[in-house]
């Protein structure tokens, strides 16, 4: 090999490979496509439904409060957990999977309505909501367990979904539900609410 050949092979060994970037993909919440889990007449309601990538998805509502869990998950997770926010909510009717190089999913971005009302009539005003972005954690079939792992306040931040897909990457894969805490990360504005959080 002569002196000029050996640089340019030793030049592309040197330069690091492309990894492959992180994706979305995204379904609906057609909710009529799902199948009824559990039902409590006017109390509450568990729903089965299916997602991308082989992905099944919980749909559960009570005391007009909303949750969705992702993933594989364990019975007792069917059963009981329910993570949503004080103020009565209802989330957005489109979630975001995040993909790895792979393909794999490893965490879904789903908006939350927090229903708050007119300070001053005490009635119901959507231009006073707030709106949250959850990063949740998927069940895969290896760990049982999905949760929310990171709330982002779309209103309160210029760019709350770059930050939320940041969070999914990087923080959701590897949280440890039912011993992690999730948290607000960026700016945090008054119609933010705390989680509440029942994990078995």
């Known amino acids: 090999m002569n002196s000029y050949a050996f640089g340019v092979a030793a030049l592309l060994f040197a330069l690091p490979s492309t990894a492959k970037a992180n994706d979305s993909v995204y379904s609906d919440l057609n909710l009529d496509a799902c199948q009824t889990v559990h039902v409590e007449e006017g109390i509450s309601i568990t ?3 299916a997602g991308p990538k082989g992905y099944p998805f919980y749909f559960k509502e009570g005391d007009l409060r909303q949750t969705v869990l992702f993933g594989h998950m364990s019975p007792a997770y069917v059963d009981q957990a329910f993570e ?3 103020t009565f909510n ?3 009717t489109k979630a975001e999977w995040r993909l790895d190089g792979d393909g794999r999913a490893i965490a879904v971005i789903l908006r939350y309505f927090l229903e708050h009302s007119d300070p001053k009539t005490g009635m119901p005003a959507e231009q ?3 709106q949250v972005l959850v990063v949740s954690r998927i069940a895969q079939k290896d760990y049982g367990k999905g949760c929310m792992a990171a709330f982002v306040d ?3 931040n210029k760019d709350a979904n770059g930050l939320a897909r940041q969070l999914a990457d990087t923080l959701a894969p590897s949280f440890a539900c039912g011993t992690d805490q999730a948290v607000y990360h960026g700016k945090r504005g008054a119609t933010a609410d705390d989680l509440m959080s029942n994990l078995p």
């Open 47 to 49: 729903l089965k439904c």
């Open 84 to 86: 949503t926010f004080g």
């Open 90 to 92: 209802h989330t957005g």
């Open 154 to 156: 779309a209103r309160a």
């Open 128 to 130: 006073f909501w707030g």
